[in-house]
């Protein structure tokens, strides 16, 4: 009993350390997790949520201020006092009396007020509006282009995991002949037909790739971790891709454009619109602006007691016409803004298409280092059965052979990094190339 529950102890204590959960991930499953739980598009939509908010506040251009309040009061003042009695109703002939009206006795007055206020004219206030819907939809577009993003992150990051798992796969494959020919090392040095020096260097060659089988395991690792990471998960889990690393069909890429409907692209001309509307709003300051108001009063001795009422109803044209030179600077500030953003804009767009040029040339080179890397490996593993083959009769030198199988490793990890840039490049063609699926007009 004792010993069956340190063995349990000693099981739980290495799981977390040595075993780690092996999950099946599809490319479908993983892009859907990421969309659902990422981080850093929760804060994108958070960001649009935000500029959202700001354009509701400027629904105060058209809707009325509706304020309400009940004030108590006790004052000797002579004009106080006088008027509130006035407000209550209740003057007498006696309230005329010059000694009071110039020592009143201690009133009291509680007032309930409703005051409404209704922009009529605030030809600015309307540009600001347009600013901030232009702002909002800037936002909603670059987190659609965000979610694009992360639609070719976690491309490259299913791919990174295959390649990650095709270099266990190879080295494992080497690791497995390497311990053939070491067990045919030391037979034919048993038999007096290799020399001591022969056997230590195929030792050496099964720990050089032992320690590189190491290596690739821990790439495994690390990559399933970052998939964890975009998916917002506690890491631990080992990931194994549904399907395997192998080149994707190469389109026809000359045709390839800048799409100016991408959706940042997009986000940029809104964005440049919004400033335009801004200095738009900062010309139309100058102007006067018309407003309507009115209120509706109760008053009384006694609190919240309603014994005399009266209202005020009005329109005001107010004209800022001189606010020293703040409203020049202001407009000078934004005439530079907007300036800018259109700059920025056309730049963007110049750099996109260099990049997508950038990318065509880099796709076109890993097509064809993809044929190259294909052919060599064909050509290892050829050259590794020969003399493998020449090594079991005895006719083959040791270094030769250990020669092709580090050859033959070598050309398959390169075969697949290459598979893998091929890919990468093809998606991040697309990616600069075409329109974003979720992009709302």
């Known amino acids: 009993m004792i010993r069956f529950r340190c063995l349990a102890v000693l099981l739980l204590a290495g799981a977390p350390f040595g075993w780690a959960q092996e999950v099946s991930l599809g490319r479908e499953d993983l892009r859907s997790r990421i969309l659902e739980a990422n981080t850093d598009l929760k804060i994108s939509e958070a960001a649009y949520r935000q500029a959202q908010g700001e354009y509701q506040q400027t629904n105060a251009i058209f809707l009325p201020n509706i304020t309400a309040s009940h004030t108590a009061m006790v004052t000797t ?41 209704q922009p009529l004219l605030n030809l600015d206030g309307f540009y600001q509006r347009r600013a901030a819907r232009f702002k909002m939809q800037a936002a909603d577009l670059q987190s659609e282009r965000r979610r694009d993003y992360l639609n070719l992150e976690s491309e490259q990051a299913f791919m990174q995991l295959q390649l990650a798992h095709k270099g266990v796969q ?79 069909p190469a389109p026809d890429t000359n045709p390839l454009r800048v799409s100016e409907e991408r959706a940042d692209i997009q986000a940029m001309a809104d964005a440049a619109l919004a400033r335009k509307n801004v200095l738009s709003a900062d010309k139309m300051s100058f102007l006067p602006r018309l407003n309507a108001f009115g209120s509706y009063e109760l008053y009384d001795d006694q609190l919240f007691q309603f014994g005399a009422s009266g209202y005020t109803v009005g329109a005001q044209l107010s004209w800022n016409i001189l606010d020293g030179s703040k409203r020049f600077g202001k407009a000078q500030s934004s005439q530079a803004a907007y300036d800018q953003a259109l700059l920025e804009q056309e730049q963007y767009l110049a750099q996109s298409r260099l990049e997508l040029e950038r990318a065509k040339r880099s796709f076109a080179d890993a097509r064809g280092k993809l044929e190259m890397t294909a052919l060599a490996r064909e050509q290892s593993r050829e050259a590794l059965r020969i003399r493998t083959n020449r090594f079991r009769e005895g006719l083959e030198k040791t270094s030769d052979l250990l ?17 893998f840039e091929h890919n990468y490049a093809l998606a991040y063609l697309e990616f600069l190339s075409v329109q974003s699926e979720n992009q709302t007009p």
């Open 77 to 117: 003042n002579p004009l106080m006092a006088f008027g509130s009695k006035l407000n209550q109703g209740i003057l007498t002939p006696a309230d005329f009396d010059p000694a009071l009206l110039n020592n009143p006795d201690r009133t009291e007055n509680f007032a309930t007020r409703l005051e409404v206020s």
């Open 170 to 248: 190879v080295l494992e494959k080497a690791l497995e002949a390497a311990r053939a020919n070491q067990k045919l090392a030391e037979s034919n040095f048993r038999q007096g037909y290799l020399q001591k020096s022969d056997v230590l260097a195929v030792n050496v060659r099964v720990t050089e790739v032992e320690n590189q089988l190491r290596t690739a395991r821990s790439q495994v690792a690390n990559t399933s971790n970052y998939l964890s990471f975009l998916m917002n998960e506690t890491p631990g889990a080992t990931y194994l891709p549904t399907d395997s690393l192998m080149p994707q």
């Open 403 to 419: 020669v092709a199988e580090t050859s033959l490793a070598q050309k398959e990890l390169e075969y697949y990094q290459t598979v």
